[in-house]
């Protein structure tokens, strides 16, 4: 069974740092790539980095290039965000979402739980 | 690539026949998917490739389009079909969400 399960969330200052964490199980996570993406409070999904199964292509939604820093380690199955310069904007669940294809089209097929990151003073 | 969903939100009954639709700012092909999201939990993949339904979704769910103009439909309204649904499309990073169509009951 495909599992994602987030850690590493939250209450933080303004201007604070975080890592999320991803442990994935249940396929083999070395082949594929992934996601993160968010959900403030009330509001809609918002996508925020990407990483390819290597590691070697990275991608970043605008709001968080410079702050944030996606990765992984495929020995350990596991996902990172690292979060710094922290904004209360960024108060919102994060996912973390395994990107597959099907018919040479891509789609986002499994999503973790979330977890909570509360940017507050 | 932006995408809008319409409408907002809509009011639904048991067996009601449902359309959501989602328009992309520019051509993605057919790469756009649907999802399905209910309170706190993550969202759940209903269709793919605008119209491929994902294993295990009741057929029920329909999606149609290419291009630029996408439609979500519901046959049949059943009640744990109440939720949010939020196309996305995958043409190109930075991939995009639409804003939402809630469902809720009438």
């Known amino acids: 069974e495909v599992q994602l399960v987030e850690s590493g969330g939250g209450l933080v200052q303004p201007g604070g740092s975080l890592r999320l964490s991803c442990a994935a199980s249940g396929f083999t996570f070395s082949s594929y790539e992934m996601n993160w993406v968010r959900q403030a409070p009330g509001k809609g999904l918002e996508w925020v980095s990407y990483?390819?199964?290597?590691?070697?292509?990275?991608y970043y939604a605008d709001s968080v290039k410079g702050r944030f820093t996606i990765s992984r380690d495929n020995a350990k199955n596991s996902l990172y965000l690292q979060m710094n310069s922290l904004r209360a904007k960024d108060t919102a669940v994060y996912y973390c979402?395994?990107?597959?294809?099907?018919?040479?089209?891509?789609?986002?097929?499994?999503w973790g739980q979330g977890t909570l990151v509360t940017v507050s003073s | 690539i932006q995408l809008t969903q319409s409408p907002s939100s809509l009011s639904a009954s048991v067996g009601d026949r449902v359309t959501i639709t989602c328009r992309a700012s520019?051509?993605?092909?057919?790469?756009l998917a649907w999802y399905q999201q209910k309170p706190g939990k993550a969202p759940k993949l209903l269709i793919y490739?605008?119209?491929t339904l994902q294993s295990g979704v009741p057929s029920r769910f329909s999606g149609s389009g290419s291009g630029t103009d996408f439609t979500l439909t519901i046959s049949s309204l059943q009640p744990e079909d109440f939720a949010t649904y939020y196309c996305q499309q995958l043409n190109s990073y930075p991939i995009t969400f639409g804003p939402g169509t809630k469902v809720d009951i009438k």
């Open positions: 990483i390819s199964s290597s590691g070697s292509t990275i």
């Open positions: 490739a605008a119209s």
């Open positions: 520019q051509g993605i092909s057919s790469y």
């Open positions: 979402a395994r990107k597959n294809w099907g018919l040479a089209y891509y789609y986002f097929d499994y």
